[in-house]
Nanobody
Framework: VQLQASGGGLVQAGGSLRLSCAASGLTISKYAMGWFRQAPGTERGFVASINWSGGSANYADSVKGRFTISRDNARNTVYLQMNSLKPEDTAVYYC???????????????????WGQGTLVTVSS
């Protein structure tokens, strides 16, 4: 199983980025997916999660109203649209899959079974 995260980069505060996470070695359509982030010197923290169908999503309070998680099961890909970015959003962003069929969305990292390599997002002030 491989999760390939992409789309990170350098952006000014107030700008937008869209992260993608393409899966190979498994079909994600039965599984909840999540995005987490880790800034230097901090623990990996929850950002957003989406259930297997895309009908339910959860967000960290810090990103509600600014970030949107979505998925395209036909493309085996999950996305994170990030708008109104702030310097405090600077981190390495990781995607992950909860390998429990038709499970609910999870906010806890240990509930996820496979992780991507991360993509760096840097927001300048």
């Amino acid at each position: 199983v491989q999760l390939q995260a992409s789309g990170g980069g350098l952006v000014q505060a107030g700008g937008s980025l869209r992260l993608s996470c393409a899966a190979s070695g498994l079909t994600i359509s039965k599984y909840a997916m999540g995005w987490f982030r880790q800034a230097p010197g901090t623990e990996r923290g929850f950002v957003a999660s989406i259930n297997w169908s895309g009908g339910s999503a959860n967000y960290a309070d810090s990103v509600k109203g600014r970030f949107t998680i979505s998925r395209d099961n036909a493309r085996n890909t999950v996305y994170l649209q990030m708008n109104s970015l702030k310097p405090e959003d600077t981190a390495v962003y990781y995607c992950a899959v909860d390998y429990s069929p038709y499970g609910t969305t999870q906010k806890i990292a240990r509930e996820y079974d496979y992780w991507g390599q991360g993509t760096l997002v840097t927001v300048s002030s």
